[in-house]
């Protein structure tokens, strides 16, 4: 299309001067190319966010797969660089290790296996990360494809058990990234809840989570004496709703989104100007966040980007068949254990001479239900 309008100017530039003079359309004909031409040159420059957060079950995975899939873009710049105008991330605001009864078994495995087959590009940390232990936190950082942002725990890195990639270069957690998107650069932060009372004492070692404003603050600072300028910064955090909005107004005009996690509802709110996201729990909705930047705008000195979301059931997408047949095997010890009996309810009858099994009242004193259930775990361990 593009072609066939140079080519239409072409004829025009050719003609002879009194047929130009001739033609009234000419002038008018020559402006609407000239706008469609400044339009074409500066195309809006997109980022496309896809964000989960607190993720225990795996249930909806094989719907988010679908939905990634058919909702990811990337578009190749036409510059000679490696840049893309158009660019999709997909990230989880925490929380994706623990807890649940299959991660009590496996440390997290299946889960880490499920966000790698989803496409999950970026994570930052979760209180309940550290639920699994120093050393199958190590493991998951290895088996993971994605990159985990921590910005305010760094000397975690001191702590973690070595583990290497492929090329055997050592990993670690960076304090943030950054991800060209045609001509701009946006950065991601990683930041966790410093609130001590999600942890137990003494669970970190020497490791020490820095006040999220202050390593915020200190980051910023850092971007401030780059050559290169940061036209967008993206915090990913794993905090209440309340620390989000005080981060908010302590960062008036900084951020224009906040990509949170650790509330279990999904919140959509705007505090100081900056939009803060939650997509609930177990990827049962989806947060689907388009940035949008008009290079035209540079002229204007107007930088913000156009930020839109859209909150997606991901019951909405079909289930990838293939991710199915994966999480199925997965669960399959679950299957086994919920196939398990512990004891026949009527052999406790009849042993012990009850007419009745019930838990009624066992909050208020003993019941032949519970005395069954706590004789039957004494047995099973042995205990005389």
């Not at 047929?19 to 809006?44: G, W």
């Not at 190590?138 to 058990?161: C, G, K, V």
């Not at 940061?230 to 906040?258: N, Y």
């Not at 996690?261 to 999904?266: I, L, N, S």
Request: glycine share 6%; aromatic share 8%.
């Amino acid at each position: 299309k593009l072609l066939s309008k140079y080519y239409v100017l072409e004829q025009f530039a050719r003609s002879s001067t009194a047929d130009r003079r001739n033609n009234q359309l000419y002038f008018s004909m020559l402006r609407i190319f000239a706008s469609l031409f400044t339009l074409l040159a500066s195309s809006p420059t997109s980022l496309r966010i896809i964000q989960i957060n607190d993720v225990y079950e795996l249930t909806a995975f094989p719907h988010l797969k679908t939905l990634i899939r058919e909702k990811s873009t990337t578009q190749q710049s036409s510059s000679d660089h490696d840049e893309t105008t158009t660019k999709t991330l997909v990230v989880c605001a925490g929380d994706f290790l623990s807890p649940s009864l299959l991660s009590s078994l496996d440390k997290g495995a299946s889960m880490v296996d499920a966000l790698n087959c989803v496409g999950v590009t970026h994570v930052c940390l979760g209180n309940h990360e550290f639920d699994v232990g120093m050393e199958a936190l190590a493991e998951r950082l290895q088996q993971s494809q994605f990159t985990w942002i921590n910005s305010n725990m760094q000397t975690l890195n001191d702590i973690l058990p070595i583990v290497t990639d492929a090329t055997g270069s050592r990993i670690t957690t960076p304090r943030y990234v950054t991800v060209n998107v045609g001509k701009r650069k946006v950065a991601l932060l990683g930041l966790l809840t410093d609130d001590s009372s999600l942890y137990r004492p003494g669970m970190f070692g020497v490791a020490k989570i820095e006040p999220v404003a202050q390593a915020t603050a200190s980051i910023l600072r850092e971007f401030s004496s780059m050559k290169e300028d940061v036209d967008l910064v993206i915090p990913l955090t794993h905090q209440s709703i309340a620390a989000d909005r005080e981060f908010c107004l302590q960062f008036t005009g900084k951020f224009p989104l906040v990509c949170g996690g650790h509330d279990h509802e999904v919140y959509d709110e705007t505090v100081e100007g900056a939009r803060i996201i939650k997509a609930g729990m177990d990827a049962i909705h989806a947060a689907v966040i388009d940035i949008q930047w008009n290079d035209n705008d540079d002229e204007t000195g107007n930088h913000d980007p156009v930020i839109r979301i859209e909150l997606i059931p991901t019951a909405d997408y079909a289930p990838d068949p293939e991710l199915v047949q994966r999480i199925r095997g997965h669960r399959k010890i679950l299957e086994n254990l919920q196939r398990a009996r512990l004891f026949r309810i009527s052999d406790w009858l009849d042993n012990y001479s009850h007419n009745i099994f019930s838990t009624r009242n066992n909050r208020l004193g003993p019941s032949t239900g519970t005395s069954a259930i706590a004789t039957m775990l004494r047995m099973g361990m042995r205990v005389t």
